[in-house]
């Protein structure tokens, strides 16, 4: 794996019980970068993030971080380097203000400087600012989304794993996601993502990965696999959609 990778996922192998999912997958996500891994149902994309954020034991190869070993280190020892997970679906308490469901992503952790951290990215996304107060339940799905996203930011990190952040939102709203994560990419953090919805996924990427029975079969700058027809029809049921 190159030096230079911000993480470097090596001959990965996980799984359920006696199932393995993950059978030896290897790919690099550099710094500064939105990277996309796309496949088939049961390719494996949920369970390497799972595998790459402590919440499932991978059962062979490594995981490197910054150059550090990080195989197997729990969620909070991640959080801590600057490696932050918004998993697929919602993932907010509905009951709790959108203020506090931010402030919850900071639980683990002593912040002193917590109220500003929140108060900045109320400030930043305009929408969540004018709802502090409310029920997340009120949100819309995407501005639950949104919520997600900004919380996972309250840690400032380095990398961002996202699960399916197009599931379940308009076309106008998964454009707006997705115009977040490429303004992170901008502001250096890098984004490594799940994306059903391939072809524009990949062309707000830099990187592309094609996951297949566990494997990485095709690791490529995004522009080329949009333009090789072989990946819809090999690997995304008969096109990019």
């Known amino acids: 794996m190159a030096a230079e990778a911000l993480l470097a996922v090596e001959d990965l192998v996980a799984g359920y019980g006696p199932v393995t999912i993950l059978r030896g997958a290897s790919l690099e996500v550099a710094a500064g ?3 996309t891994v796309i496949g088939p149902n049961g390719a494996g994309k949920s369970t390497l993030m799972k595998a790459v954020f402590g919440l499932l034991p991978p059962r062979g190869g490594r995981v490197r971080f910054a150059g550090e070993e ?3 280190r729990s969620p909070r020892e991640l959080l801590a380097r600057g490696l932050v997970f918004v998993p697929q679906g919602r993932n907010l308490f509905p009951e709790l203000s959108v203020r506090h469901n931010l402030e919850l ?4 952790f002593a ?3 917590l109220d500003a951290r929140v108060d900045a990215l109320l400030a930043r996304f305009p929408v969540l600012g004018e709802r502090a107060g409310m029920q997340a339940s009120v949100l819309s799905g995407g501005e639950q989304k949104l919520l997600e996203i900004a919380r996972a930011l309250l840690l ?3 990398l961002l ?3 399916e952040p197009s599931l379940g939102l308009s076309p ?3 454009r707006e996601i997705f115009a977040i994560l490429t303004a992170l990419r901008d502001r250096g953090v890098a984004v490594l993502m799940i994306e059903q919805n391939a072809k524009s996924a990949l062309g ?6 094609v996951l297949d029975q566990g494997r990485v079969a095709l690791q490529a700058p995004a522009g080329e696999i949009l333009a090789d027809p072989r990946i819809g029809r090999l690997f995304l049921g008969g096109g990019l959609a």
Request: avoid cysteine; proline fraction near 4%; glycine fraction near 10%.
């Open 33 to 35: 970068t939105v990277t």
């Open 70 to 72: 990080i195989t197997g």
């Open 105 to 108: 992503g900071a639980a683990a």
């Open 111 to 113: 912040l002193s400087d």
């Open 156 to 158: 400032e990190p380095r």
């Open 161 to 163: 794993l996202v699960d």
């Open 172 to 174: 106008k709203m998964t």
């Open 204 to 209: 707000i990427s830099d990187v592309g990965i």
